[in-house]
């Protein structure tokens, strides 16, 4: 099974911008779905974006405009650039796949603490 892996959390200051990474271990494309979600303090994992191996992309209301998510195909990588970000934007922050037959699981997540 391919597995992924996230990276790039940081701490920024509002408006400030970041870019996510969520590696895989094989190619990407044995997804045909890739998610970006976070979960906030005394908050549950929410669906950020995520993106479809026929090119469609979703985005949670509150993040729309400000974040994107891609697909890099020859670092077998989805991204997720993120841009004027707010303090409520703060969490960790995880990527998870889907294949045919299983998705993966949860990882340690990435940190991204928006903050003065």
């Known amino acids: 099974q391919v597995t992924l892996v996230e990276s790039g959390g940081a701490l920024v200051h509002p408006g400030g911008s970041l870019r996510l990474s969520c590696v895989a271990s094989g190619s990407i494309w044995a997804f045909w779905k890739v998610a970006w979600f976070r979960q906030a303090p005394a908050k549950g994992r929410e669906l950020v974006a995520d993106?479809?191996?026929?090119?469609?992309?979703n985005y949670l209301d509150s993040v729309k405009g400000r974040f994107t998510i891609s697909r890099d195909s020859a670092k077998n990588t989805v991204i997720l650039e993120m841009s004027s970000l707010k303090p409520e934007d703060t969490g960790v922050y995880y990527c998870?796949?889907?294949?045919?037959?299983?998705?993966?699981?949860w990882g340690q997540g990435t940190q991204v603490t928006v903050s003065s």
């Open positions: 998870r796949g889907w294949s045919t037959d299983y998705n993966t699981g």
């Open positions: 993106i479809e191996n026929i090119g469609v992309k």
